[in-house]
């Protein structure tokens, strides 16, 4: 009986003696047991921009800029096409008023009010029917535009120093879409986060 106690003690304590005690085998040296180092949320927050950054067309960047020159001009549309039924209207009032009380230069005065008036809402028709193409350039944003090559360069040296950035950026480099100036923004916040952390 005594002998069947002893075993199930040895069975209980075990599992307790055959643990590794790490506390006195680690090395801070020891790359195996070196823990990982914190990275900073700027850090990863730079690192998903990066990666999460898409490569858009000619094509598309058109399409855009496009689309916010039509928003612009639907915008202003309003107030020129008040503008423009105003001095018809006043035009054709003048000119009403001229013939009934026999006032010649009246007359000419709301003829030349009104046809003001019509010229301006046709010229706003053609320009909402027939809009030109080669206007897009003031309705592109900054970081929409192509980078210039002393920013590639940068950004090219950049990527040699830091083998992380180099392979965050190499589809890039085979992309036909051309480096924006987005793209060199991104790529120097992150850059900056890798020096801060």
Known sequence: MAAQGQYWMDRIRAPALAQPRYGMLRNANDPVFASPKRE?????????????????MPDELDARAVTRRNQARHQHVPARVRLGAGL????????????????PWLLALGYGVATCGLVLLCMLAAAMLYPKDNDLGAFYQLDELPAGSEDIARLSRLSQ???ELARLIAPWWENPAPIRNGDIALAMDFVRARKRD
Do not use: F, H
């Open 40 to 56: 900073s949320g700027e850090l990863i927050a730079a690192r998903r921009a990066l990666m999460m950054r898409k490569a858009l």
């Open 88 to 103: 018809t209207l006043v035009g054709l009032l003048a000119s009403w008023l001229g013939n009934l009380l026999a006032q």
């Open 161 to 163: 120093e830091d083998p």
